[in-house]
């Protein structure tokens, strides 16, 4: 199959990946969800944010989720990080965190 969309990954993401090739388990599960990005999109994703469209993909077992922006004008999706489920609390602070993120980004890139 081929790739419809140009997956970006930023320092945070690339950092992670690196320390998650150690792990097979979870490097098969971040495979496949980047995969799945690649082909299909944002369709797989769970929009959080319409104004920035900003997703998340979930897995449940072991709970992971994957946020990542679609970016409609460039066909790109910017993955930005990924974390293991703890707290509604911790999942909630790295939305509002990454929203700032994603403002201060594309504001720089006059993509915004």
Sequence with gaps: MESKYTLVFD???INQLQKAAKNQQVREILQKMLDKLEIGGPVFGKLLD???FLYEIKNTHPPIRLYFKHSISTNEIYVFEFEMKTSGEKQQSTINR???KTISLF???NLF
């Design 11 to 13: 320092e945070v993401m």
């Design 98 to 100: 990454l929203k700032f």
């Design 50 to 52: 319409s104004k920035l």
């Design 107 to 109: 504001r720089s890139l």
